[in-house]
């Protein structure tokens, strides 16, 4: 943990926000939580990681966002659908890329395009409807043995092709609001 006090110290970047995600993704295993967290902040869900707690997509997601925001960086939630199962990752603005770049902390990995450039939620959509450009499209996953990833994983064809949402307005992330509360909008659908 000492680690992020040094980055919180300037603004967040790719390489420390992937540094953030290694580091919150190593603290539990992938699985249902016991307890309601939605009104628990980052700090209070690690600790309850210490008591043996476990967390979905959401949670891990919610705590990503909350210690990139922590350090002064802009993060944001992105809703994903697939036929039978919804996901839910996170983008952060990069300076070093003058974009949004995407990471999925519960899977543990972030994409990159050919050249190596990290991909926005709209980049791996736009590039999943093309059959030659989704061959570019090239998976970065983390080392931590509670990373949910495997080689064979196609999260591209499974989620990003059906399109997401991305919420714009995060004071939902701060307040803890519900799924379903008006303040979470306006939100962009693809």
């Not at 603004?11 to 295993?29: G, K, N």
Request: charged fraction near 20%; glycine fraction near 6%.
């Amino acid at each position: 943990m000492a680690h992020f006090y040094s980055i919180l110290t300037g603004t967040v970047d790719f390489s420390d926000a992937i540094d953030m995600q290694e580091y919150v993704r190593d603290l539990f295993p992938h699985g249902a939580e016991s307890t309601d967290y939605l009104h628990t902040n980052v700090l209070e869900m690690i600790d309850a990681t210490e008591q043996g707690e476990k967390f979905l997509c959401g949670d891990i997601s919610k705590m990503l966002v909350q210690l990139i925001q922590a350090g002064g960086t802009q993060a944001r939630t992105v809703g994903l659908q697939a036929s039978h199962s919804g996901h839910v990752v996170v983008e952060l603005w990069s300076n070093r890329f003058n974009k949004w770049v995407l990471l999925d902390p519960d899977y543990n990995v972030h994409y990159t395009n050919a050249a190596g450039t990290p991909l926005s939620a709209i980049e791996l959509y736009n590039m999943s409807q093309d059959s030659r450009k989704i061959r570019d499209i090239k998976p970065v996953i983390g080392k931590s043995s509670n990373t949910m990833h495997k080689k064979d994983s196609n999260l591209v064809k499974l989620f990003y092709k059906n399109g997401f949402a991305v919420n714009f307005y995060n004071r939902w992330v701060e307040q803890n609001l519900p799924r379903r509360h008006p303040a979470r909008s306006p939100s962009i659908m693809m």
